[in-house]
């Protein structure tokens, strides 16, 4: 209790302290900065003002009074953006009562917001920013059909409000094994995945349904107000609207083009189910895990199909992921598909620089790497005129390296989100500050 | 080792030489040289341009002015890296094979927390795909442990990944015994949820030490028949109680599954009240808060350098542990808990290791030699130097770079992998999953 009164008196502290802050000017001079959508500058200049990048550039003026970080010898980049994970929804793994990733009460799912359960002070989020992981697409675990909307999260904020970039991005469907895993061994559907399929199409017909009847009603008050309109007595009665329903609610937004889908799928066959699920009901699919999605290149890649992979380590652990392999971002990179990563970790958000030197070891590019934990998710999700880049007008979310990224002894010096420098440290750093001091080690 | 193991033990030797001598025929003893490599020897020295000669499935010279012996099949490794093969003190290969099917679960005996008398032997499946995945990550040598769902899990077998088709073929020649224990929230969870004990870490310690007293008694019975001449029908045989007999009398190596210094703490206890030692202690993510009391015991840790919080016990895992036990004088090695972290990712440890601080030689020896070293066949594997086996592997770049790929693999001298060519033992055969150049 006194635990939740010092959290409440902190956060009223921190949210009146945040734009004061947030207004100060940072230049990071002197580094090789990777912009990644203008080249590389090298020896150039970020400038950072009330939160935003106002100059990128050889001979930028440094404004009196800025703060500055010194980059010379270092790299700047934009801060990762990790496509897909469960930053902010657990805590510990193990301990159910600090997991809110997965609803597990049915499989229909689409009402579910992250939003509604990220927690800003997560350790986890700490953790994770001190690799150069600025944002990620925090989504609900797999295990139900329709598991419910993301939120792109930034990984530094004392408030949801602050931590929140945008929400929702997308609504995401599980197509596979985990749903019918969940739910068939309690007597549910789905238990097949011909089951699976039948759910979804049944819920986006009841959700067109659903509009139809809201139109007929909108459609019948507004002859009632017309002047001279026909009608008998019982027309002219106040007529209740149609209920309202979040589920259905939910699913008008994708139908309507307004949430791109996020598909997990693995097997080929299961990648080809999710694009009929799109054909027919005319979705912005964008594709997840997507192992096999090496084996459709030219076909995504013909429909421009955004396609989030990984983790890039997968183990063929399941039935439906035995056609893991290292290379599936580089094969889909060189078919023509544009590709983000994603690490569908808690905890273990921080192994993603490493897991993509695996991908570059494998054939992807290193431009195309950077691509793929910046500007690509950045697009995937309607924000880069916001992430991905280091442009004018973006959100100031970035990092500044010893080393070129992704290379085992490159490591984060200082890391900028929301234009504000963030603390790099976590409980682990801290243990191992007083260990090392413990054992006398320099 | 109970009676019958120990000659099951000795008749793989026996069958191991047997294969030995049928798989080594085809390279008839014609000598291997490998030149140009940087080799990355283990042994305290790292040597550029180097000379690898192999023969008779032995390493037999290594330096850099070393003569090439007449007939020797030559292999230009320039710009290249040799490393030993990888060994891996703690993976569930072949006791739970991919793919993760119920099938395929049979590493956990979870009908009672002490399971000493199982054997990992007797689950392992040779044809989990992982062992060429795991070969193509430049893993050679693989302790394979039951799983920690139980105090005492069973014995371990050591194995080398050379695609043989048997267990016995398999098998690394004249292993020490070794058994798996585990301590923590795994056993308290597993029966504590179905109303059995332990349900807590008292219960832990008083059913582990209740069997050891069993052990006891069990050992004292048998001596008494022994010394009364013999009358009458001998005491009925305990597996169970037999296996332990074996790690009472410090015949057996323990590898302790445990998190935190309580769990530490209640093991050091048990070993030091019933007097056997522990060879080491695994996943052991708080260790490094007590890394001087660990490395005064001589008690090697097998941990992760990366995984951390995925429960309370794992909380406070840092991923500077083995840094700071290394400074401390400890054994330190990695492991992979294969399917926990892939087998074939195993260099990814000492590769994460290295990124927070602990220097590259003692973050490779964590993952050849110092394992070799905990498992007690160091003077077999895990360096490179004249008169061990030669089972190494040869790397497109440093291996601490996860851009670099493994292009050759040997076991026992003889080539079992190549890049192009995939894990030759199974060539044509398939391996249930991909293996991408």
Redo the contacts between chains.
């Keep these: 209790m006194i635990r939740r009164f010092l959290t409440t008196l902190a956060l009223i502290f921190t949210a009146s302290a945040w734009p004061a802050r947030a207004q100060s000017v940072i230049a990071i001079t002197g580094g090789r900065v990777l912009t990644v959508t203008r080249g590389v500058i090298e020896n150039g200049t970020v400038l950072v003002e009330s939160g935003k990048i106002v100059a990128v550039g050889k001979d930028v003026r440094i404004p009196a009074g800025a703060h500055v970080i010194d980059a010379r010898g270092k790299v700047v980049m934009p801060g990762m953006i990790d496509a897909g994970d469960q930053l902010g929804l657990v805590e510990?793994?193990?301990?159910r009562i600090t997991v809110d990733s997965t609803e597990y009460t049915d499989p229909l799912q689409p009402d579910l917001r992250v939003v509604d359960a990220l927690n800003p002070r997560s350790?986890?989020i700490r953790?994770a920013r001190a690799a150069g992981i600025t944002n990620a697409l925090s989504t609900p675990a797999e295990g139900n059909l329709i598991a419910g909307q993301s939120a792109l999260i930034n990984l530094a904020g004392e408030t949801v409000e602050q931590l929140v970039v945008k929400s929702p991005v997308a609504l995401h469907i599980n197509l596979g094994e985990a749903s019918k895993q969940t739910y068939g061994p309690k007597g549910k559907a789905p238990d097949t995945r011909m089951g699976e399929m039948a759910l979804l199409r049944q819920a986006f017909l009841k959700a067109q349904h659903y509009r139809e009847e809201q139109e007929a009603f909108a459609k019948r008050q507004a002859g009632k107000k017309s002047p001279g309109a026909a009608g008998d007595s019982e027309e002219l009665k106040p007529a209740a609207p149609p209920a309202r329903d979040l589920k259905m609610e939910a699913l008008l937004l994708a139908l309507d083009g307004k949430l791109p889908v996020v598909i997990n799928a693995r097997r080929a066959s299961d990648i080809e189910t999710a694009l009929r699920l799109t054909d027919e009901f005319k979705l912005k699919l964008i594709l997840s895990s997507a192992t096999a999605a090496w084996r459709l290149a030219d076909r995504l890649a013909a429909r421009k199909i955004p396609v989030i992979v990984g983790p890039i380590?997968e183990?063929?652990?399941?039935?439906e992921?035995?056609?893991?392999?290292?290379?599936n971002a580089a094969l889909l990179h060189q078919a023509g598909v544009s590709i983000a990563f994603q690490t569908v970790a808690d905890?273990?958000v921080r192994?993603l620089p490493?897991a993509v030197?695996?991908a570059?070891?494998?054939g992807l590019p290193e431009d195309a790497a950077l691509a793929a934990v910046t500007i690509n998710p950045a697009r995937f999700f309607g924000l880069d005129d916001r992430l991905g880049s280091l442009e004018e007008g973006k959100q100031a979310n970035l990092v500044v390296l010893d080393g070129m990224p992704f290379?085992?002894?490159t490591?984060v010096v200082a890391e900028l989100i929301n234009g504000k420098v963030v603390d790099l440290s976590s409980?682990?750093t801290e243990?191992?500050e007083f260990?090392?001091k413990k054992?006398g080690?320099q | 080792m109970p009676q019958a193991s120990r000659i099951l033990l000795q008749l793989s030797s026996v069958a191991v030489c047997f294969h030995a001598s049928m798989a080594f025929a085809q390279i008839e003893n014609k000598p291997v040289v490998i030149r140009g490599a940087t080799i990355l020897t283990m042994a305290g020295k790292t040597i550029d341009d180097g000379v690898v000669v192999i023969q008779n499935g032995k390493i037999v010279a290594v330096g850099k002015d070393v003569p090439a012996p007449p007939n020797a099949e030559v292999i230009d490794a320039r710009g290249k890296y040799i490393l030993p093969g990888l060994v891996d003190p703690h993976s569930h290969l072949g006791v739970y094979s991919l793919p993760g099917l119920e099938a395929n679960s049979d590493g956990n005996e979870m009908t009672g927390p002490i399971q000493s008398q199982v054997r990992s032997e007797d689950a392992i499946n040779t044809d989990d795909p992982e062992i060429p995945r795991a070969v193509s990550g430049g893993v050679t040598t693989v302790q394979i442990v039951p799983g920690s769902g139980n105090n005492i899990g069973g014995w371990a077998t050591l194995v080398k990944l050379n695609g043989g088709p048997t267990v016995e073929q398999i098998k690394f020649p004249e292993a020490p015994p070794s058994t798996k224990w585990a301590w923590g929230e795994n056993q308290k969870r597993s029966y504590g949820s179905k109303g059995q004990a332990p349900s807590t870490l008292m219960g832990e310690a008083a059913i582990v030490r209740q069997k050891l007293y069993e052990a006891q008694n069990y050992v004292a019975k048998k001596k008494a028949w022994e010394e009364g001449d013999k009358k009458g029908a001998p005491p009925e045989r305990n597996l169970q109680l037999e296996s332990l007999a074996d790690v009472l009398a410090g015949k057996v190596r323990v590898n302790i599954h445990a998190y935190q210094v309580n769990h530490f703490e209640a093991l050091f206890r048990i070993a030091d009240e019933f007097q056997f030692p522990i060879a080491s202690l695994h996943h052991a993510l708080d260790a490094y808060m007590i890394a001087p009391e660990i490395a005064r015991r001589r008690i090697g840790v097998v941990t992760f350098a990366n995984l951390w919080g995925y429960k309370v016990e794992a909380w406070d895992a840092i991923p500077q542990n083995a840094y700071l036990l290394w400074k401390n004088g400890v054994t330190v090695s990695f492991h992979t808990d294969n399917p926990v972290t892939e087998d074939r990712y195993y260099i990814e440890q000492a590769a994460f290791a290295a990124h927070y601080g602990m220097p590259d030689e003692a973050a490779l020896e964590a993952v050849t030699i110092n394992p070799a070293r905990i498992l007690g066949v160091d003077k077999r594997v895990g360096s490179i130097e004249p008169g061990k086996d030669a089972d190494f592997a040869i790397w497109d770049g440093y291996p601490l770079d996860l851009r670099s790929k493994v292009e050759r693999v040997f076991i026992d001298g003889k080539q079992i992998y190549t890049r192009k060519d995939g894990f030759l033992p199974w060539k044509g055969r398939g391996a249930g999953v991909l293996l991408e150049p």
């Design positions: 510990i793994p193990g301990e350790e986890l953790v380590q183990v063929p652990a399941r039935m992921s035995l056609d893991a392999r290292l290379d905890n273990d192994e490493f030197q695996y570059i070891g494998s290379h085992t002894k490591h409980h682990q243990l191992y260990y090392k054992y080690i």
